[in-house]
Nanobody, 124 residues
Framework: QVQLVESGGGSVQAGDSLRLACLVS????????MAWLRRGPGRERVFVAA????????YYGDSVKGRFTIIRDNTENTLYLQMNNLEPEDTATYYC?????????????????WGQGTQVTVSS
């Protein structure tokens, strides 16, 4: 079972950028498709972005297309999320997770083995 540690969150102003990182251990990182999901205050966990195991096919939720970029470094067992032009609506705890089943990419139920998450707060 993989172990995940997210980092890189913080408190920023609208329009700023952040880069989240997810270090994966205890498992073969390169075999998993991976994703970032987020849970806003009082909300369900929702899909943000995902990437296939080789890193050449990214998928994005509609609210982050054109602003966020998901990349992975299989040599460093690390998943990244570059977030540009942040908006207050992006405020959430962000989690990385491996894709554990074969359903649609944007279904949060496809993912598991959650880490502790990293908090992102965007003020206007």
């Amino acid at each position: 079972q993989v172990q995940l540690v997210e980092s890189g969150g913080g408190s920023v102003q609208a329009g700023d950028s952040l880069r989240l990182a997810c270090l994966v251990s205890r498992g073969t990182f390169s075999v998993y498709s991976m994703a970032w999901l987020r849970r806003g205050p009082g909300r369900e966990r929702v899909f943000v972005a995902a990437i296939n195991s080789s890193g050449n096919k990214p998928y994005y939720g509609d609210s982050v297309k054109g602003r966020f970029t998901i990349i992975r470094d299989n040599t460093e067992n690390t998943l990244y999320l570059q977030m540009n032009n942040l908006e207050p609506e992006d405020t959430a705890t962000y989690y990385c997770a491996p894709k554990l089943t074969y359903g649609t990419w944007n279904n949060p139920d496809e993912y598991g083995n959650w880490g502790q998450g990293t908090q992102v707060t965007v003020s206007s």
